[in-house]
């Protein structure tokens, strides 16, 4: 079959690889017909982690299943399915509390595993035109069938859950005001799950223009934070208030304005902007270490982080990455029920073949390319 594989840092190639196949009783094989490119792939495209040359890339997937193992009982093959990004073996501690995203059976030497990722466990990713899906009557969400809703769906394997996970990790109720820190696909699905939920004002930041217009589409105010201090802005519009809520969904390559690492940048603006008692939630991606990155504290998985002004407003502040199976059920129903479009935010739609040119320009944040997604 033909995949998107890693092959160092800013390269990859589409090649010819063995088959995907099943392997144990409990899995499916998958047919992809969508699979998207994500900001977590980029880190490792960038080579910012330690992902070994080779390993097929991926993990927003979802697809028809074309095979199921002797012990799949639930999942047919032509079922349409999404894949949640995480790995879950379904009868672990974390697992059974829908902790699915800190699996402690799945991953590697920390809990979690996902296709295609890097200390995530061996799993290959969905970039391809099969992928082998362990644990699949667990894992496999169940779509109607057809191809309807195709670019809506394919962001319950991943982004659309994980920004709802933002909203709620920060602790968003209705009628409060939220400020999201990234207009990636991430931080504009943030913005989304906001406005469903009823946020009354919803700020969002980031200094590309293509991405603040997809955020005001949603009703999101832009921020540019190339035309000044995203706090003092936000400050400004909200008459020195400030918001009830945040959602960091940048990670640890965060930047100024001329692309100069500050890895905890967008976590200054939201101490500084969310007000006392409120919530934040840190969806963007931090690593135990950057051994090859430019911060010094970083290196070491360390933040030069205001902790002492968040405690003393008595801030929360929920991480990780998402628990996509808490979510997507109910996110598949909105989408169906005509209450949720996340696929607004896809700007390209490619074969496999053009993976090369969709990671170089994603990677650019070339202007309108917000989010790939790849038919294999
Ligand atoms: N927790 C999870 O489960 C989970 C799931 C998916 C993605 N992620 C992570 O979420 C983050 C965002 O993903 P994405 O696909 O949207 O990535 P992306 O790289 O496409 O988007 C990030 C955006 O942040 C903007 N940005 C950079 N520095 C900024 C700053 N200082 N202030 C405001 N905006 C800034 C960039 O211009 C860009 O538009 C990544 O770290 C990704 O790895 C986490
Ligand atoms: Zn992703
Ligand atoms: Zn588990």
């Known amino acids: ?17 063995p088959d995907a196949k099943v392997e144990a009783p409990t899995d499916a094989v998958v047919k992809i017909t969508s699979a998207n490119v994500c900001g977590s792939d980029l880190h490792m495209y960038e080579g910012r982690t330690d992902l070994e040359t080779g390993r097929i890339l991926g993990h927003e997937n979802m697809g028809t299943v074309a095979e199921v193992g002797s012990g799949i009982t639930r999942l047919k093959v032509g079922d349409r399915v999404s894949l949640p990004f995480n790995i879950g073996c379904g009868h672990c501690r ?5 902790k699915t995203g800190f699996c402690l059976e799945i991953g590697s030497d ?17 970039q391809a035109e099969y992928l082998r899906v362990p644990f699949a009557d667990f894992n496999a969400l169940r779509l109607p069938g057809g191809t309807e809703h195709e670019l809506d769906f394919t962001m319950l394997s991943d982004i659309f859950p994980t920004g709802w996970h933002g909203t709620r990790l920060a602790g968003l109720e209705p009628g409060e005001s939220i400020a999201v820190m990234g207009a990636g696909p991430v931080g504009l699905m943030a913005a989304l799950s906001a406005s469903i ?3 009354d004002r919803i700020f969002v930041v ?6 603040l217009a997809l955020a005001e589409k949603v009703g999101a105010t832009p921020i540019d934070f190339s035309e000044g201090d995203p706090a003092e802005q936000i400050m400004e519009a909200t008459k020195g208030v400030g918001v009830d809520r945040g959602v960091e969904a940048v990670g640890w390559q965060a930047h100024d304005h001329e692309g100069v690492e500050h890895p905890a940048g967008t976590y200054d603006t939201l101490v500084d902007v969310v007000r006392a008692t409120g ?28 902790f002492g002004k968040l405690w003393f407003k008595g801030l929360s502040l929920g991480t990780g990455q998402a628990d996509v199976k808490i979510y997507n059920r109910r996110l598949r129903d909105l989408i169906i029920a005509g209450r949720a479009n ?12 053009q993976a090369v040119e969709a990671y170089q320009h994603f990677d650019a944040r070339d202007e309108g390319w917000t989010k790939v997604v790849l038919h294999p």
Do not use: K, W
């Open 94 to 98: 974390n697992c059974q509390a829908q």
């Open 1 to 17: 079959m033909r995949a998107v594989t890693y092959q160092g840092p800013h390269e990859v190639r589409v090649e010819e690889v």
């Open 206 to 211: 980031d200094q590309h223009a293509d991405r």
């Open 342 to 353: 996340p696929g607004f935010i896809v700007s390209h739609e490619l074969g496999l073949d």
């Open 197 to 199: 939920q009823g946020a």
């Open 110 to 126: 920390t809990p979690g595993g996902a296709f295609g990722f890097a200390d995530m466990g061996p799993y290959q990713g969905g």
């Open 279 to 306: 919530g934040i939630g840190g969806v963007g991606i931090f690593l135990p270490a950057d051994p090859h990155g430019p911060d010094e504290l970083m290196q070491q998985g360390r933040l030069r982080f205001p």
